[in-house]
């Protein structure tokens, strides 16, 4: 009986064309989110742009705030989110609002998801 050993260049080979495989499919989900990343950019850019009120509370926005823990800083709000079926790339699903308004509102909508 004769066996075939394999040699470690052959186990190398086998593992660089199994890791090639898995480097494409991350390099094109790379590029897929680096496209929803940029399309989302340019919505919250117009966003800011034609909106200068809160879409919950109907006051005015001080787009000026900067940083991501002011309260009433502005965000995007998706009445809609990505979670509940919504489209995060939707012009129509995208609105400004404070951070603390936006907060409210999605916990709001998590309490109404916890009672289904």
Same mark, same amino acid.
């Given at each position: 009986?004769?066996?075939?050993? =394999? ?34 950019? =340019? ?27 002011? $309260?009433?800083? $502005? ?5 809609? $989110? ?8 939707? =012009? ?25």
């Amino acid at each position: 009986m004769t066996t075939l050993a =394999r040699t470690s260049s052959q186990d190398t080979a086998d593992q660089a064309r199994q890791n090639q495989g898995r480097s494409g499919r991350k390099t094109a989900e790379a590029a897929q989110q680096r496209r929803a990343t940029q399309q989302q950019r =340019r919505l919250e850019v117009q966003v800011l742009a034609e909106e200068t009120e809160c879409w919950r509370c109907g006051g005015p926005v001080d787009q000026s705030i900067q940083g991501s823990t002011h $309260p009433w800083g $502005p965000v995007i709000l998706h009445p809609k $989110p990505a979670w509940a079926g919504g489209n995060a790339l939707d =012009r129509t699903n995208a609105h400004l609002a404070h951070r603390r308004c936006k907060a409210a509102y999605c916990e709001q909508l998590r309490a109404q998801q916890r009672t289904r």
